[in-house]
């Protein structure tokens, strides 16, 4: 059972969200640990405190996508809470993580009870839905570049604090072209060129510029004629 509040403290979702009590648990993971697995039953949703992790689902042939990302202050495995019983993906953590699970009848619980955090979480809902929508439009409009530009600056955060950051987790060119619906050596041939136009940087670890949004708000950036 969930622990009662006092209610003459007001409701602190971030407080909530660090601290082990009833029905919730706060683990540290390493790279490359498996949270759940494609058909895992649904009993929990996960808050992630530091790190990035991978949302994989694999069809009935063997193929694999990349559908999300989620990383610091993100949730995931929400599907539990709308009567999935089995997981539809796999989560794994791309880089060390802290973690915090959730049991479904202590985030029903507090969902009821708590307006504050059920604020906190529908605005999550909100934005995950238009992501997806996003993602939807960017896959039937837009070419395997212009897709990629964005993949990269969403991977940076780009927008929520004006500019992009640093991309910590190390993100394969497979796992690229798994997001975007293209193949490994289009991502090659894409990062290369982006990296001559000076619009990212490799230095130990993956660095994307503003200026790699022109690739998003226009059909091509400007290339010169040794790019191909």
Do not use: W
């Not at 994989?56 to 995931?76: Q, T, Y």
């Not at 791309?94 to 605005?123: N, Q, W, Y």
């Amino acid at each position: 059972m969930m622990a009662k509040n006092n209610k003459n403290v007001p409701f602190d979702p971030k407080v909530f969200l660090a601290t082990v009590n009833g029905g919730r648990t706060i683990s540290k993971y390493k790279k490359g640990q498996t949270l759940f697995s494609q058909g895992d039953p649904a009993d929990a949703v996960f808050y992630i405190q530091d790190g990035k992790v991978k949302i994989v689902v694999v069809s009935e042939e063997g193929k694999e996508a990349v559908v999300a990302m989620p990383g610091p202050d993100e949730f995931f495995g929400e599907g539990c809470l709308t009567g999935q019983l089995l997981r539809m993906a796999s989560a794994v953590t791309m880089t060390e993580c802290e973690i915090m699970r959730v049991e479904k009848a202590t985030m029903i619980g507090v969902l009821h009870e708590e307006p504050a955090f059920s604020e906190m979480f529908v605005a999550h809902l909100l934005k995950r839905t238009i992501r997806v929508e996003e993602d939807l439009v960017d896959q039937l409009f837009n070419s395997s570049e212009r897709r990629l530009a964005r993949t990269l600056l969403l991977l940076a955060n780009f927008g929520k604090e004006g500019r992009p950051e640093r991309i910590i987790a190390k993100v394969s060119q497979e796992t690229l072209a798994e997001m975007i619906g293209t193949t490994r050596s289009r991502v090659s041939f894409f990062m290369n060129k982006f990296r001559k136009l000076g619009l990212i940087d490799y230095n130990g670890h993956l660095e994307i510029h503003t200026s790699l949004l022109n690739v998003v708000l226009h059909e091509q950036p400007h290339i010169t004629a040794d790019d191909g």
